[in-house]
């Protein structure tokens, strides 16, 4: 007898298989039938016990079964008798491999705080299991798409000894006689030795921030893919992240059906942001605010609030592009037309999900960066191979940053980022 | 006129065309002619500068250009005269992007210490790019196998409350008011959570070892694969990770032709090594090692001398199995047959390069888990949600964890693992 997994379930249709897994729940419809809803990780299905069909020893281990018992099930699949296109398992042997006494999360609406202390468990639940499979899909529509474009994976390190983007927000590590180490920001500035290498590199790993804020939108520990390419400017850099992300709405698209319906995601809504993005500068966007009220000047970031209220009438993303230079990062090309002027764009994904791409070309002038780096107060010696990479053999070159996180937000319509990433790290939370 | 990379340069043969990239050497043939040898990333090609063809001014840019000047390169690509299969391009028009001068990289040898502080610059060097990209091959092969055996890639934390391998070799971050964290060293606990969700999983990241030792084996942070799949016992577990060795084998020597050619990588024992591996228990090889005249006991680890002479007598990786469980985890499952010995197996790969592979079936009876984490001291309370996987629809599993570094020195032939990461952290290193 072959043993299967539900996902191949209607190959077998009518012939004898043993599947092999947990029990998502179950009903007692009468003294004779019971309904197990089973799971083995690569789908559910409804089996069904008729005390009639397994015998008597048999449908007493039916009776035992709980919530999260693990189970080996010997019968038959067959078609929902109603349901079009649906599957179910006609039980007749069972072989109880561990019975679940009490499982902690039920039916019942449990808080965050527990259900976070829960999270070992909670990720069975059939929507966390849904984002976990989304996140799969991003992960390596990501790479899918940079690997076909002659990218080349490059891991940057994790421990530095210094900071990209700022020193407030750095995880400090104490490092033999070298003094402190600091958990990366990012991989933007190792990926630029790698471009003149390989040409085009992406890295694709953790990152960490020790901010102490406790919003929806941060965790300490996320993952960031950063790209970046030799010879590519402004324009074509805004190019290839709208080709990724549309190839990344593709795919979840494609891949993610019954995924997506499970989290109820309005999938109208990710096919209308398959189409050209829209592009705006800093400057009309402020203007844009203003006309909505908001109190803001022409030198100023947005706030999470404001990121919404940019994209809430459109139904695709917005670049916002050339940022004032002063609240933007010193290694920004300054936009020659205008030197108080970035070449560098966000970009703000549509229904509220906020930013997910921070791009720009960067400075390739040896002389220009190393005033910048003197101006930030940063420790030249720190820097002395970032200037190097512009002393021999400098050339253009671009590259963005994307947060994993906040784009499988967007593409599963999943308001809290603590549950799109297996073991979220929040400020008072490191366990499990 | 078209834009192009080297690598499709077979494609343009005699049309004008521009080529943007890097001088990796130059010769100086007459006062009429030379030859720059030029690469973008994509490949390396032979330019030829004829004083005829380009006229003074050209020839004068060419005459300036230094090793790892950027530049552009307008000409006709060609086959080259005397070599089959290589082709050459004829310089027509030189636009200098920016002169290197000295750069510090030369024909001498340097030594690793020049050098490590050179990776910036380093990893531009012929055998450097090579090794980059057999890293792109092994990191994708293994994601590729999985991803088509139906494991789904779940991104374990790095800041964790607590150690799976011993709490000697922890690196230690201070975490707001929630006392310390530290780095993983292993995924696998978190893994096993997964399983129960999603049926088979595997992480793919950065893990750390605070370990002082300096040897040609040892970094500080590496990149490590673990594995992990409900229902999958111990030998099943072997196969799985045979299959997934002699997958990567096969897609490097069909994927890096070229940069197994420039490493020099005797290929005919890789293509030896991808046939049926052997098993020996851990008994029969400590009785080997005897007969080899090692001063070893049966209930010793090997260290890296013993690792090498494992293997020295065999084309295919050996697995050896069944450990004592002094030396092995808690979380290793024991030997039904010998309850002295784990169901837990190393693998050893031949020509020298030790341990690639460590993998088990793991312990699933929650008392008898129990009882071990607090044999090994344990704190409990860090520990209580792995306890609980064994008591909600605990199932047989198992797992293993691949070291990407030593993969890759393996299929690359590089002996010191300080060459096949982009930025190498040591003991005493963290920059650049």
């Given at each position: 007898?072959?043993?299967i ?9 009518g ?7 947990w ?13 197990v809803?089973?799971r ?6 409804q089996a ?10 048999n ?15 010997i ?15 006609h ?10 006494v009490?499982?902690?999360i ?15 468990l ?23 798409y ?17 900071a990209?983007?700022g020193?407030?927000?750095l ?28 040409g ?11 901010e ?25 850099n ?13 795919s979840?698209?494609?891949r ?76 920004m ?39 910048r780096?003197?101006k ?6 720190d ?50």
């Amino acid at each position: 007898m072959k043993t299967i997994e539900i996902k191949d379930i209607k190959e077998h249709l009518g012939k004898e298989v043993k599947l092999r897994g947990w029990v998502r729940n179950y009903r007692k419809a009468s003294s004779k039938l019971r309904f197990v809803i089973f799971r083995d990780g690569t789908g559910d299905i409804q089996a069904v016990a008729f005390k009639s069909d397994m015998g008597e020893d048999n449908f007493e281990k039916v009776k035992k079964l709980t919530i999260e018992s693990s189970v080996e099930l010997i019968g038959i699949p067959g078609k929902h008798p109603q349901k079009e296109g649906v599957f179910e398992f006609h039980i007749k042997v069972v072989n109880i491999i561990g019975i679940a006494v009490d499982y902690p999360i039920g039916k019942k609406e449990h808080g965050p705080d527990f259900l976070l202390s829960q999270r070992h468990l909670w990720l069975r639940s059939r929507r966390q299991n849904a984002i976990m499979k989304i996140r799969h899909t991003v992960y390596f529509a990501i790479c899918e798409y940079l690997n076909d474009k002659g990218f080349y994976r490059f891991d940057s390190p994790i421990l530095t000894p210094n900071a990209s983007e700022g020193t407030t927000t750095l995880f400090e590590v104490p490092y033999f006689e070298e003094g402190n180490a600091y958990l990366s920001q990012s991989g933007q500035l190792y990926l630029e030795a790698g471009i003149m290498s390989l040409g085009k590199v992406y890295d694709f790993g953790p990152v960490f921030r020790a901010e102490k804020s406790k919003t929806r939108k941060h965790l300490t520990e996320f993952w960031m893919m950063d790209a970046e390419a030799a010879f590519v400017k402004h324009e074509e850099n805004m190019k290839i992240q709208e080709e990724l992300i549309r190839f990344i709405i593709h795919s979840v698209i494609n891949r993610n059906a019954k995924e997506l319906e499970i989290l109820e995601r309005d999938i109208e809504k990710l096919k209308k942001a398959d189409a050209p993005f829209k592009i705006m500068t800093h400057r009309q966007v402020i203007d844009m605010l203003k006309d909505k009220g908001v109190n803001i000047d022409y030198k100023d970031d947005f706030g999470a609030a404001e990121e919404e209220m940019i994209t809430e009438d459109s139904e695709v993303p917005i670049f916002v592009d050339r940022w004032p230079k002063d609240i933007k990062s010193f290694y920004m090309k300054r936009d020659p037309e205008n030197p108080d002027l970035v070449l560098g764009a966000d970009l703000i994904a549509p229904e509220g999900f906020g930013e997910i791409i921070g791009g720009s070309q960067r400075e390739d002038d040896h002389d220009i960066l190393l005033e910048r780096i003197k101006k930030e107060g940063y420790d030249l010696k720190d820097y002395q191979w970032f200037l190097d990479l512009r002393k021999y053999g400098s050339v253009p070159h671009s590259g963005f940053g994307v947060g994993l996180e906040r784009l499988i937000q967007w593409m599963s319509g999943v308001r809290h980022i603590r549950e799109v990433i297996p073991f979220p790290r929040l400020i008072n939370r490191i366990y499990p």
